[in-house]
């Protein structure tokens, strides 16, 4: 008799495990956890916020270059070190010299970049 209630409690256990996990969404994409959902969702919103707004490389902070396409946080770090041991860049096309950056992401954000105010 143990053994039955012992194998009942197991398989209520195993039928109903899946329903305790959750998958938290925003829009049309997934997240593990609450967190990583309000991260994306607070990204998201202030991507969206700063889309249009043009940026001036020479100036830029780390996070104005994060709201440009395929950008990062180890590569916005790289333009501004390249920027503050190189100088100013003189032309939008010099960001290709940073590692992280081709052409397919310079052709992506150039309408937004500019190298003076």
Known sequence: MQK???CVI??????TLPSFAQVHSVGNRCYADAVSAYQAMKNEQRNTKRLGERININTAT?????????IGVNTAERIIKHR???G?????????QVKGIGQAT???NRHRLSVSD
């Open 4 to 6: 039955i209630s012992s």
């Open 10 to 15: 197991l398989l209520l256990m195993v039928v």
């Open 62 to 70: 780390a996070s104005d270059f994060l709201t440009l396409q395929g």
């Open 84 to 86: 503050t041991q190189i």
């Open 88 to 96: 100013r860049f003189r032309h939008v096309d010099e960001l290709m």
């Open 106 to 108: 310079l052709d992506k």
